[in-house]
T-cell receptor, first 115, second 113 residues
Framework: GAVVSQHPSRVICKSGTSVKIECRSL??????MFWYRQFPKQSLMLMAT?????????EQGVEKDKFLINHASLTLSTLTVTSAHPEDSSFYIC???????????FGSGTRLTVV | QQQVKQSPQSLIVQKGGISIINCAYE??????FPWYQQFPGKGPALLIA?????SEKKEGRFTISFNKSAKQFSLHIMDSQPGDSATYFC????????????FGQGTRLTINP
């Protein structure tokens, strides 16, 4: 089945630094990947849609300069949280859909803590 | 119109009982309705999904019931087990193209032993 690998699973960084999160589709090519943010006891909030070879599409209210998304290949998308602050602490999850396949597969998530 | 409304927010069921979670949608263009199960600290995992041309789909202890005219669908977990304790999300999207998943608010299910 379709597998999405997300790394790291946990990261702690100092305020003001940047953190990169990787999302890889292991056994399929994903022209589109999605990045979500999830606060405790809440649903997933879509941050942006990552398109291979083109700019990401950000949801309303998401700062594109703070959350940099790069989708350089059909199997890799990265989310970089720039100049991180404690309020950026959250659970970040990526997902992708294999071509011609209706199911969306999610990564295991990244717990970001900014101290 | 893009919303998917899910209820209840939390649910406690005794072991062996039936857990029922309900969802309602507005957008009639949605043509794929998945349910996801999420354990703490993990990403959501696809549990079961249904298309609107089917009224019911069963996989093991999990059943989706779909009412197209009422624009409602529900997840039934039969013989609920403590290992089923998790957060469940219903979702919907338009299957053509890379469409965005629209999630429900989630239901935290606890199965008491």
């Amino acid at each position: 089945g379709a597998v999405v690998s997300q790394h790291p699973s946990r990261v702690i960084c100092k305020s003001g630094t940047s953190v990169k999160i990787e999302c890889r589709s292991l056994d399929f090519q994903a022209t589109t990947m999605f990045w979500y943010r999830q606060f405790p006891k809440q649903s997933l909030m879509l941050m942006a849609t990552s398109n291979e070879g083109s700019k990401a599409t950000y949801e309303q209210g998401v700062e594109k300069d703070k959350f940099l998304i790069n989708h350089a290949s059909l199997t890799l998308s990265t989310l970089t949280v720039t100049s991180a602050h404690p309020e950026d602490s959250s659970f970040y999850i990526c997902s992708a859909r294999a071509q011609f396949n209706y199911g969306y597969t999610f990564g295991s998530g990244t717990r970001l803590t900014v101290v | 119109q893009q919303q998917v409304k899910q209820s209840p927010q939390s649910l406690i069921v005794q072991k062996g009982g039936i857990s029922i979670i309900n969802c309602a949608y507005e957008n009639t263009a949605f043509d794929y309705f998945p349910w996801y199960q999420q354990f703490p600290g993990k990403g959501p995992a696809l549990l079961i999904a249904i298309r609107p041309d089917v009224s019911e789909k069963k996989e093991g202890r999990f059943t989706i019931s779909f009412n197209k005219s009422a624009k409602q669908f529900s997840l039934h977990i039969m013989d609920s087990q403590p290992g089923d304790s998790a957060t469940y999300f219903c979702a919907a999207y338009v299957g053509r193209g890379a469409q965005k998943l629209v999630f429900g608010q989630g239901t935290r299910l606890t199965i008491n032993p």
